[in-house]
């Protein structure tokens, strides 16, 4: 059987179910699909599962998340990573529901002209939700094609092949079927590639595609994709601190712009490659009456994309008269849940709080 269809054949039996996939003969819903695609970035199906069963309970189509508040999104998504996909989701949700009457459009290049979309998430949009003849590309189908036809070419040069190898993978619409099934092609591809071809052991003898894969031919599917090392930045140090009064802790917002930005922290210094603990510990925030930190043992490490982070963390508890400085507020520590705290963030108060 040709590849492209005994991929479908492959579909139709194995297929994954997803909270944001349409059944067999359901039309796949635009606002679910897209919802799902920007939470999928960068982030694992199963991280992804409870966020987007939050997010459509709470807001069931593209107008009600329109209408929804930024801080309200953030604070949703707090805990999933990357925020600013939760600001981009936001304004491309205001932009659809204002400027398109709630309607997502069909292509993908009016796809790309909203907030958030790029080149992949467009096109597994254009795929899924609406059928067109394109091939969106992610690590598990750049993995799956590169075993396939054994690219030889190394990750990042080898996309624009790897996308072309990819699009000879969508089956031919038939002449009287307007279905071409572009996206089951596409999900075809990402469920063999998150559970058949997997980056270890791939189950080989399982896969709808064995019998002409180079790769598995050569008997060295695990060394594909082949990839350029990767640079890891610098470690970056810093201090937190953690300031109590009595039932209430004390944070401020992130700026708009940047890493986690609009997010909530509690104060700190800046994050900086071979910076020491003096240096640190002097950008304490000032507070009326208070002279003494503490220094808590250990350090809170956390990895973002381009480095990994070392916070040493200082507490201190104050007066309950005492005032907020310029720019921070108190919270109480029971609502903490309430605030759109970063992973980082959450650690740590953890450590800070003995929690
Ligand atoms: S035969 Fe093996 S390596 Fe080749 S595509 Fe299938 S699972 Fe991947």
């Not at 269809?5 to 579909?11: E, H, N, R, S, T």
């Not at 992804?48 to 459509?56: H, L």
């Not at 089956?171 to 092609?185: H, Q, T, V, Y």
């Amino acid at each position: 059987m040709a590849r492209p269809l005994a991929l479908l054949a492959w579909y139709d039996r194995h297929r994954r179910r997803l909270p944001w996939r349409a059944v067999t003969g359901e039309t796949p819903d635009p606002y679910r699909v897209w919802l799902s695609e920007i939470m999928l970035q960068q982030t694992t199906v199963k991280a992804v599962g409870p966020y987007f069963e939050k997010f459509v309970a709470r807001w069931p189509d593209v107008t009600a998340l329109g209408r929804a508040s930024q801080d309200d999104v953030l604070r949703m998504w707090a805990g999933l990573g990357y925020y600013s996909r939760a600001r981009n989701l936001h304004a491309c949700a205001v932009a659809v529901a204002r400027e398109r009457g709630g309607v997502f459009p069909d292509s993908e290049e009016g796809l790309r002209s909203l907030p958030g979309i790029g080149p992949y998430t467009a096109a597994a949009i254009a795929a899924i939700a609406f059928d067109r003849r394109t091939m969106p590309v992610d690590g598990n189908i750049e993995r799956v094609v590169s075993r396939l036809y054994a690219v030889e070419e190394e990750l990042p040069q080898a996309k624009p092949l790897i996308q072309q190898l990819a699009a000879t993978l969508l089956a031919d619409s038939r002449a009287g079927d307007e279905k071409s099934r572009a996206g089951d092609s596409a999900q075809a591809l990402m469920d063999l590639g998150s559970s058949i071809c997997t980056p270890k052991k791939p189950a080989c003898s399982l896969c709808p595609l064995n019998e002409d894969c180079l790769a598995r031919a050569k008997g060295n599917q695990e060394t594909f994709p082949r990839k350029a090392p990767k640079k890891s930045g610098a470690l970056r140090r810093g201090a937190a601190f953690v300031v109590v009064r009595g039932d209430e802790l004390l944070v401020r917002s992130r700026p708009e712009k940047g890493l986690l930005g609009g997010m909530t922290e509690v104060p700190g210094s800046d994050w900086r490659a071979g910076q020491d603990e003096k240096t640190a510990r002097a950008q304490a925030p000032e507070i009326k009456g208070l002279t003494r930190w503490q220094r808590k043992l250990g350090v809170v490490t956390h990895v973002f994309t381009h480095f990994p982070l070392e916070l040493v963390v200082y507490t201190a508890e104050v007066d309950g008269r005492i005032r907020a400085p310029r720019g921070m507020r108190w919270v109480p520590i029971a609502t903490l849940a309430d605030e759109a705290l970063p992973n980082v963030m959450r650690k740590v108060i953890a450590h800070g709080l003995d929690l």
